[in-house]
């Protein structure tokens, strides 16, 4: 299986990169100049949404060649790559608030990003309740499709609606002076973070096909 | 209901070829085959009886050749058309008589042939379709709303429906249920009329002779698939045979 | 193409036919929206004065958004209702079985679901001016605007999600919960012009957020006709 070797491969390389990265962000490069070690978080944050986007875009482009060819193997891609989405999304937003904490003083601002990454959490979180609630499997990966996709192609305008909404008052924080060192600790962990998302993304779908092969097995008539 | 306005601008089917025509057609529903490895062919103008007990898959099977479910397995073609791709062209050739009708309780017996009218893309006027319901023996009732009608009204008001539109393939799902006998003799009179008519008819019924009355051939299904495949005189001699080692 | 709009034309006439003969769920529609008004105004003290000193009282600032939100779940119950009917007997396979193209339903629905929503707008947003002590009568043009733009983008993408999931066992928690997040551009976008269109717009951003809900109408449209075929099958 193709993609399950892959996926193992990508896991092979991004785990000890995850070892790597994390020395390279938490210990090498220098604390921030103005927020100090807290600003380390980033490391995690921000490859997060990295994660977050290639996992629910594979789950989006699943979930339209799922529609047109039916093949119960791409519903099972897509339900891996929302439901890692998902995670990552929500390590996203958790490492987001933990930031915001000592930075701000608030666990949480209506920040339009942070704002947009919390609706596309509950989005995709509702594609996930919803297939819950289907038994046929047909059906279910048909209808999950179509949440997906609408959900996805939705994002932007969340996106604009939500910028709008809160720039038209107030300016947005941008993040301070980036040093050269902490840009290679940064990169290391967005590609590892992506790798790290392949990774989940194949032994959830491995799961998952295994998961849909026994369904689909058990109502096989006899002879 | 012969000739009427919509068959005459239909693209004709491609000519010589068969009704109905599907392989290995399986459907499933959750975790049961419904249907499994279904292979038919039906010539244009036959009738068919469709046998079997509750759960053969009778139903779905007429739902699918109206293009109403999507096979999980196989090829469906109707009139040479698939199911797949020219779903619009079935469906402009096939009535589907089913026991859960779209009719809607809160309008009349005329609104809904209106509705279904204007569904099929048809050009019919009211007098038209209240000769229609005439047919039915609906007269009286066109202006009462379906959420007063019996069983067996609703039954009719279903027939006329269907027949709406004049199909070429007509797809019959118990249409004796719940009908008197007026009704019945109804019910006989169409089956009567589409065969001089050279249309193609699936009954599916459990009125066993009524179907081997009316049909040239018997598909019998068990458990989703085909049991017996053959000329009626061929099933009914079978039958009594079985009768037969049972007395 | 006459025949699909005729198709469309249909569904809505039969859709809004039955809506009317079977008044009981306009009715309740229209009274749950104003019981949820009365309950904020109870909520929130028709006293409290505003937290920006030009805006009168809190309800009075508050209103566009209190507006919007109670349209919006008023809204569900009618999308929801446009589906359930089709389920009492056969409709929803008859929807499957005609002939044509299945966006004709969709558009159908979509206009029967606006006609209702608008008119619920016209019974509700009244009874908020009078209870919230707001100026709608002046703002009137603006106001149409924005309510009919906003009811557009609700109603598409709550007929689609009311499709999808009309055979639901928790359709009545799992539509809200899908429609909502795809609406806040909506509900943002509404709120906002209300509150500019009724309080004043100094800084010129109401063309903004016009331009918004337009954009959002047409993504939902779009999206949601090519995609209708795919929900209304089995």
Redesign the interface.
């Given at each position: 299986m193709a993609i399950e070797r892959l996926g193992k491969l990508a896991g092979l390389v991004a785990l000890p990169a995850l070892a790597g990265g994390l020395y390279l962000g938490l210990v090498w490069a220098p604390p921030d100049a103005m927020m100090g070690d807290v600003q380390r978080i980033m490391y995690v944050h921000f490859p997060s949404w990295i994660a977050t986007g290639l996992a629910y875009l594979t789950a989006f482009v699943c979930s339209l060649l799922y529609l047109v060819r039916r093949t119960p193997r791409l519903d099972y891609l897509a339900h891996a790559g929302v439901e890692v989405g998902v995670l990552f999304n929500a390590t996203g937003l958790i490492t987001g608030s933990i930031w915001g904490r000592p930075t701000w003083g608030v666990w949480w601002t209506w920040d339009p990003r942070l704002t947009t990454t919390a609706i596309m959490l509950v989005m995709f979180a509702g594609y996930l309740i919803v297939r819950a609630f289907i038994e046929d499997p047909d059906a279910r990966a048909r209808v999950a499709a179509l949440v997906g996709i609408v959900g996805f192609v939705n994002v932007p305008i969340v996106y604009m609606s939500v910028r709008w909404w809160r720039t038209l008052h107030q300016v947005q924080s941008s993040p301070s002076t980036v040093h050269p060192d902490m840009v290679v600790a940064l990169r290391v962990m967005m590609v590892t973070f992506a790798l790290l998302a392949c990774y989940l993304m194949t032994r959830r779908y491995e799961l998952a096909r295994l998961e849909g092969e026994a369904e689909r097995a058990e109502a096989a008539p006899h002879g | 209901m012969s000739s009427s306005p919509a068959e005459l601008r239909r693209a004709p089917a491609p000519s010589g070829v068969a009704a109905v025509e599907t392989t290995g057609l399986g459907k499933?529903?959750?975790?049961?085959?419904a249907l499994?490895g279904i292979d038919l062919e039906i010539p244009a103008g036959e009738a068919v009886a469709l046998l079997g007990p509750n759960g053969s898959g009778k139903s779905t099977l007429l739902?699918i050749l109206?293009?109403?479910?999507?096979p999980?397995l196989g090829d469906v073609r109707v009139f040479g058309f698939p199911s797949r791709t020219d779903g619009?062209a079935i469906?402009?050739r096939v009535g589907?008589l089913?026991d859960?009708?779209?009719?809607?309780?809160?309008?009349t017996a005329l609104?809904n042939l209106r509705?279904?009218g204007?569904?099929?893309?048809l050009t019919v006027s009211d007098e038209a379709l209240r000769a229609v319901l005439a047919r039915v023996g609906l007269a009286q009732a066109a202006e009462a709303?379906v959420r007063t009608f019996s069983q067996g009204m609703t039954q009719r008001l279903s027939l006329a429906r269907a027949m709406l539109q004049g199909p070429d393939l007509v797809l019959l799902d118990e249409p004796y249920n719940a009908l008197d006998a007026a009704g019945l003799r109804l019910v006989d009179e169409f089956l009567a009329g589409l065969k001089a008519a050279g249309r193609t008819v699936i009954l599916a019924t459990h009125h066993i002779a009524k179907g081997l009355a009316w049909c040239d051939r018997v598909i019998a299904l068990g458990?989703?698939r085909i049991g017996f495949d053959g000329p009626t005189a061929r099933f009914a001699a079978q039958a009594s045979d079985a009768a037969g080692a049972w007395a | 193409m006459p025949a699909e709009w005729r198709r469309a034309w249909a569904v809505a006439g039969k859709d809004l036919l039955t809506e009317r003969r079977a008044k009981a769920a306009f009715n309740a529609m229209a009274f749950f929206a104003g019981l949820v008004l009365l309950t904020f105004g109870v909520a929130l003290g028709p006293d409290a004065p505003a937290g920006d000193a030009g805006r009168g009282t809190l309800l009075q600032e508050l209103a566009p958004g209190l507006l919007w939100v109670t349209i919006l779940f008023a809204g569900v119950l009618a999308v929801d209702r446009s589906f359930q009917v089709e389920l009492e007997r056969g409709g929803m396979e008859g929807l499957r079985l005609y002939p044509g193209d299945r966006k004709a339903v969709y558009l159908g629905k979509l206009i029967a679901n606006v006609s209702v929503m608008l008119l619920m707008e016209v019974l509700v947003l009244p009874f908020a001016g009078v209870l919230y002590s707001l100026d709608l009568w002046t703002r009137l043009p603006g106001l149409a605007v924005v309510a009919a733009l906003a009811t557009l983008g609700f109603a598409a993408m709550g007929t689609f999600y009311a499709a999808l999931t009309a055979n639901l066992r928790a359709r009545q928690v799992l539509l809200p919960l899908l429609m909502f997040p795809v609406l806040i551009p909506v509900i943002l976008a509404a709120v906002k012009a209300t509150g500019l269109v009724l309080h004043g717009d100094p800084m010129d951003e109401l063309a903004s957020w016009v331009k918004l809900l337009g954009a959002a109408d047409v993504l939902f449209l779009t999206v949601c006709t090519l995609a209708f075929e795919y929900v209304i099958e089995e």
């Open positions: - | 499933r529903f959750g975790r049961t085959w499994r739902r109206a293009t109403a479910a999507r999980t619009d469906r402009r589907l089913s859960r009708p779209p009719l809607y309780d809160e309008l609104e509705f279904a204007a569904m099929y893309a709303r458990a989703g | -």
